[in-house]
């Protein structure tokens, strides 16, 4: 896996405090945007300085960037713990996918702020290499997933697990999207009924009966 730029405290006074800088900082660039919300007013809603919150996430970008890489860490420990008691298979790898797009359904309402994140990447600003790392980071963490939750039948899945992986990371993104247009209880209802029908097509396909196709 690919070392990170910006190593966060996992245990401490200083785990907790940057857990409500990330909390605070995907309020706001939720309810205001990247360019509405402001350092101090994250600070001020976390209830730490100024100061504090520099000497954790030393820019606006950089502070963008791991709020999105703290929920994916969390999955990733949590079914890395699974496969280490020997829970594998498709069963296994649904519920990965579950836990995945509940972690962006309790953020509904912060979907905004991940989708300005990737815009302002696609636009070249300051953002991109940050957002380069942390898909450098996030790629090897759905591969493995992939490889962990099939161990030993990866070569009967209808692509390699690196190419699986990627279609993965599209399809959260394309939903990522979608709930950002979301208004209202039943259009984020249809964006639930979509992830279902992904994950109903991903369960009957995802196996094949012939040799697959070289990467």
Not at 13 to 26: E, H, K, T, Y
Request: net charge neutral; charged share 25%.
């Amino acid at each position: 896996m690919a070392t990170t730029l910006f190593p966060l405290p996992t245990s401490g006074r200083g785990s907790r405090s940057v857990q409500r800088i990330l909390d605070a900082a995907a309020r706001a660039f939720g309810r205001d945007g990247y360019d509405g919300a402001s350092m101090i007013a994250v600070a001020r809603a976390a209830g730490v300085s100024k100061g504090l919150l520099h000497y954790h996430f030393r820019s606006k970008e950089h502070l963008l960037i791991a709020a999105h890489r703290a929920i994916l860490r969390q999955v990733h420990l949590r079914f890395q713990e699974r496969f280490q008691r020997g829970e594998r298979g498709m069963d296994t790898a649904l519920e990965g996918l579950d836990a995945l797009w509940g972690a962006l359904r309790e953020l509904d309402e912060q979907a905004p702020f991940m989708l300005e994140t990737m815009a302002l990447a696609a636009q070249g600003r300051r953002v991109r290499p940050q957002m380069d790392e942390f898909f450098d980071e996030v790629m090897p963490m759905l591969e493995d997933g992939i490889r962990e939750a099939f161990a030993g039948d990866t070569e009967r899945l209808i692509l390699p697990p690196r190419r699986m992986a990627q279609v993965m990371r599209t399809m959260f993104q394309g939903l990522v999207v979608d709930l950002a247009f979301a208004r209202g209880p039943s259009e984020r209802a249809r964006v639930d009924r979509t992830y279902r029908d992904l994950r109903e097509q991903f369960a009957t396909f995802a196996f094949q009966t012939t040799a697959p196709e070289a990467p």
